[in-house]
């Protein structure tokens, strides 16, 4: 399922990325300013942050893809760490609950700007519109 999710939504994403960014899935490196090293499910970035071995620098959006074992990893540590770093957006997909929560980065913590089961529009960072039940069960 995680798999089948990550790939849907990595071409939504790609289909919708900005100017000068690209989004890459696991397996990916990304190492960020605190000099942890994180392995996201998606994440997009610009032109700039891509490294000769790893991605470095600026991200515009990370995601997480939910499973019964690494909830408190993507809901609390990786969520912390993604604010310290100060990456815009960090989104968290829970394809058992059918859910997404879109996370926009205020005064250094994370808000949320989109929490449904249902579909979901936003017009940033990238424009896209899809609902979880859609990524788990792509058009034939």
């Not at 939910?66 to 540590?77: H, I, L």
């Not at 929560?101 to 249902?118: E, K, M, S």
Request: glycine fraction near 6%.
């Amino acid at each position: 399922m995680h798999q089948l999710v990550q790939g849907e939504l990595f071409v939504r994403l790609r289909a919708a990325c900005p100017p000068g960014h690209v989004v890459f899935m696991a397996p990916i490196d990304y190492d960020l300013p605190s000099g942890d090293r994180v392995e996201p499910d998606l994440i997009v970035v610009p032109l700039s942050s891509i490294g000769e071995k790893r991605l470095e620098g600026p991200a515009l959006l990370v995601v997480e893809i939910a499973s019964p074992g690494s909830k408190t990893n993507d809901f609390v540590t990786k969520r912390a760490a993604y604010a310290q770093a100060g990456i815009p957006a960090y989104w968290i997909i829970d394809p058992a609950r059918n859910h997404i929560l879109a996370l926009r980065l205020v005064d250094g913590q994370y808000q949320p700007y989109a929490d449904t089961d249902g579909l979901l529009t936003l017009d940033w960072p990238p424009a896209v519109s899809f609902s979880v039940a859609e990524l788990v069960r792509p058009p034939a």
